[in-house]
């Protein structure tokens, strides 16, 4: 079909939205409330373009044969000007303070359409006080605009319904069931609305003041853990699509003052070891299946919360995270002099999660600081770093050689990928002829396949976002789906898409991010977690092998049932 665009003729194969299409021929349309992966609602009215004359809102209207398109025309420009005027006018304005300024669309927007001041009267909010409750972020009404786009993602997205429209009319407000504070509720955590606020009115709570105090003791030793995906994604932080190198990383964070610079990657080197040995053995007593991945608090958060009978099929192992705090905590700290309270970790992650799992009562005092990588890039910027002048530098020993296995943990299929890996040639003492698993990489959001293990097919599944999640142990409940080993990662693409990373974070976005983590993996010269020589070493000098009681002491966990409304109810 034919389509007129600012007086030029453009030639389209098949129907889309006016915002598709304008993108597709490289005129990004401003608009607060789309999301590309749920169904436009033309809320913030920004998007608004005249079709034929007539004000219309792209996301919602789609092209048709013969249509002609005017992006910016004076009517057009007006009424981007007045809707952001009204949205303004429901915001409350602390930019100079604020977190998330420079990641605020409507700030960019205001901006860009020049707005300086308001003809309207400001809506108090006064009543509104924000809401701490959780370690992962902080809920502020005041700044918020009512776009609903955090109301969407929980509900259509992640199918998790800890956030909902409350009242009408100027009333309008997203709140939580009964308005309890987001603590008291079934959400996880995952961050997913606060990667997607336009403004301020979701942020994650900033440690990053805090850590900064305990580098600047210097009766303090303070090192950290870099999770993959960190490095996958903050050169977008600084402008660029590469050229910061995991060396100039590391390199940066000893310039900030750590003292130590640990990768959690031989974290995930650890939790493959103790996980794919625990699926031999459920196997092998066929016990316990399917297994579920535990790596993501989010998905173990949404289990404990709904899916009670599901628990005992998630895998006993700690996340990555957690296991190279607790190998941090004993084996390493012990070759330490400083007294184990001048002793801190700290945790860099791409998720918003990290940070209330680090509070699990079961894990108080083997983190200390949990940043995101938004975090991360706000503490080079305030140093001042410049990555082009900084040399290459390596993480330290012994907790900082990994393998390809422990790259690809960021992505989703990853997991599954790098325990299957170990799994077959643990069970069969034989080398995979080919360690990259096609049929689970990718951005489906389900994906599937079988491998023979010594005579018995083993059927694996991988699933992301919880939505999808939701639906798959609907099935496996209902008996419509039979599988034995699933992985399973809260947000879009994996942890590549977590609620801690830069903004924005889109579906190309994340194809790229986990392109560099599979070169990360193919440039390895160890692609398998049982070759990496630290583990090696960790198991021999301390663990002993997977599994062992040592093994399970220190790197293995245990659920708990969660239950919130049905208690205050009752």
Not at 50 to 78: F, P, Q, Y
Not at 111 to 125: L, Q, T, V
Not at 262 to 270: K, N, P, S
């Amino acid at each position: 079909m034919k389509v007129r665009i600012n007086e030029k003729e453009y030639e389209f194969q098949e129907s889309k939205s006016i915002l598709d299409a304008c993108s597709e021929i490289g005129l990004n349309l401003p608009t607060l409330c789309h999301h590309e992966l749920l169904e436009p609602r033309g809320v913030c009215r920004l998007c608004v373009v005249e079709a034929d004359g007539k004000l219309v809102t792209s996301c919602t209207t789609k092209i048709r044969d013969g249509m002609s398109i005017e992006t910016h025309s004076n009517k057009v420009i007006e009424s981007r000007r007045m809707n952001l005027m009204l949205l303004i006018a429901d915001h409350q304005e602390e930019c100079l303070s604020c977190n998330k300024s420079t990641d605020c669309l409507l700030f960019k927007y205001a901006n860009e359409y020049d707005i300086h001041g308001i003809p309207f009267e400001k809506i108090d909010k006064e009543e509104f006080e924000p809401d701490e409750s959780c370690y992962s972020f902080r809920r502020d009404l005041k700044k918020c605009i009512k776009c609903g786009k955090c109301v969407e993602v929980c509900n259509v997205l992640q199918k998790v319904y800890a956030i909902e429209y409350s009242k009408r009319g100027k009333d309008l407000k997203m709140s939580t069931a009964f308005e309890y504070p987001i603590n008291e509720t079934e959400c996880t955590f995952c961050g997913q609305c606060v990667l997607n606020c336009p403004t301020c009115a979701l942020e994650e709570k900033y440690e990053a003041s805090d850590l900064m105090w305990a580098i600047n003791d210097k009766e303090t030793v303070v090192a950290c853990q870099v999770a993959p995906s960190v490095r996958a994604s903050i050169m977008e932080e600084f402008g660029k699509n590469e050229g910061i190198t995991v060396g100039k990383l590391v390199s940066a964070l000893k310039m900030i003052g750590f003292d130590y610079v640990f990768d959690t990657q031989l974290g995930a080197d650890l939790t493959i070891m103790e996980e794919a040995n625990e699926l031999l053995e459920r196997i092998k007593e066929n016990k316990g299946l399917p297994m579920f991945t535990s790596c993501c608090p989010a998905w173990v958060k949404f289990v404990e919360d709904n899916f009670h009978d599901f628990i005992p099929n998630l895998s006993s192992c700690k996340s990555p995270q957690q296991m190279l705090a607790s190998v941090f905590r004993t084996y390493f700290a012990g070759k330490l002099e400083s007294k184990p309270e001048n002793i801190k970790l700290a945790s860099i992650m791409p998720c918003t999660a990290k940070k209330t799992e680090a509070r699990r009562y079961e894990f108080i005092g083997d983190i200390d600081f949990v940043i995101t990588t938004r975090e991360l890039s706000r503490m080079i910027k305030e140093f001042g770093i410049n990555f082009e002048a900084l040399d290459e530098s390596e993480f330290d020993c012994p907790l900082g050689e990994s393998s390809g296995a422990g790259a690809i943990f960021g992505v989703s299929g990853g997991v599954c990928e790098a325990a299957l890996r170990t799994a077959y040639e643990t069970a069969t003492s034989k080398k995979l002829e080919k360690v990259e698993f096609e049929q689970i990489r990718g951005v489906d959001f389900f994906k599937h396949g079988e491998i023979n293990i010594n005579g018995r097919v083993v059927r694996f599944a991988v699933v992301h976002t919880l939505g999808k999640a939701r639906e798959l142990l609907e099935q496996i409940r209902k008996g419509e789906a039979h599988y034995d080993f699933v992985e399973v990662m809260a947000c879009p693409g994996g942890c590549i898409g977590g609620g801690g990373q830069p903004i924005p974070t889109d579906m190309k976005t994340i194809r790229e991010r986990m392109q560099r983590l599979y070169t990360i993996d193919q440039l390895k010269k160890a692609r398998r977690s049982h070759e990496n020589p630290d583990i090696i070493r960790i198991y021999g000098e301390f663990l002993e092998q997977p599994l062992s009681k040592k093994a399970h002491a220190l790197l293995h966990t245990k659920y708990m049932k969660r239950s919130y409304y049905s208690d205050k109810k009752g």
